[in-house]
């Protein structure tokens, strides 16, 4: 696989001044611009010729020339203007790539996969993420299991730290059981911020996520907002942080019959304990 001149930081800078822009410190633009990096994304994502893949805020393009260069079909979302037109010039037949100049956030994912993907088919999800839509996208694209296989992306090391924490440690939180509630979530690789141009002031990390059909739930809103209500008070014992949505008792005999320890603490509980406490507690509160 080769991977094309954006992978350094001349030729990055000489083709930002053929196009009269610098990078925007609004959007996270923070350039890839170390080859052996991006052969090992498109290595962690084992995209091979045939497969589609999503792209999200691809910039210059020197991730997207790697993918294009394993035969893939490259589906890529840039909101940046100059960026998305010059992304054309990788294929200029449109045959393998196709650009969408607009706002990932608002962008009706599913319809446009839909429209790419043959019967049965999955895409992959491959990017360098902007460090300040990190959690939403990444929450927004493991729910998607019926059109996701994969997603491999680059994040803020600290972000990847609490992406695949385990239950104990000090990071483990609500996103790290919202990913794993819907995904196997590896750690990949750690990238130096010298691997960037302008180089961002912390390192970054690649994490996979091979997206599965969730555990069943009767509610997974209420499940979340347990969740989430739980770690909003980390420190506290789940017996007084969750008191806003049941009451001790519940609590209380929930947690004795799931098995677990009345002086719990949240960063103690594995995804299938929340779900057995959430469950007992909504079976409690419902009887």
């Known amino acids: 696989m080769s991977v094309g001149i954006m992978s350094n930081p001349t030729d990055l800078w000489a083709f930002l001044d053929s196009l009269g822009v610098r990078a925007k410190k609004g959007l996270s633009q923070n350039f890839l611009i170390d080859g052996n990096i991006i052969k090992g994304i498109v290595r962690a994502a084992e995209v091979h010729s045939g497969d589609v893949v999503l ?19 490259v589906i890529a979302v840039e909101k940046d203007d100059a960026f998305a037109g010059a992304l054309s010039r990788f294929d200029p037949e449109g045959s ?43 929450t927004k694209l493991s729910c998607m299991h019926d059109l996701i296989s994969t997603v491999v992306v680059m994040v803020q090391n600290e972000v990847a730290q609490r992406m695949v924490a385990d239950p104990g440690s000090r990071v483990f939180g609500s996103l790290s059981v919202f990913l794993q509630f819907y995904a196997d979530v590896t750690y990949g690789f750690k990238v130096s911020n010298r691997c960037f141009s302008p180089a961002p002031k912390v390192d970054s990390a690649i994490v996979k996520l091979k997206l599965k059909t969730p555990p069943k739930v009767s509610c997974e809103d209420g499940f979340f907002r347990l969740v989430r209500r739980a770690f909003q008070q980390r420190r506290k014992m789940l017996r007084s942080s969750l008191r806003e949505l049941y009451s001790s008792d519940i609590i209380i005999s929930a947690l004795g019959e799931a098995g677990l320890n009345v002086e719990s603490r949240p960063e103690r509980l594995s995804v299938n304990d929340f779900i057995h406490l959430y469950e007992l507690c909504e079976k409690e509160s419902n009887s």
């Open 96 to 138: 393998r790539l196709h650009v969408y100049h607009a706002d990932f956030m608002a962008f009706p994912l599913g319809d446009v996969l839909r429209q790419h993907l043959r019967v049965g088919q999955k895409v992959k999800i491959v990017s360098n993420l902007p460090y300040h839509l990190t959690t939403p996208i990444v």
């Open 55 to 73: 792209e999200i805020g691809p910039g210059p393009g020197a991730l997207t020339q790697a993918l294009l260069a394993t035969g893939a079909t």
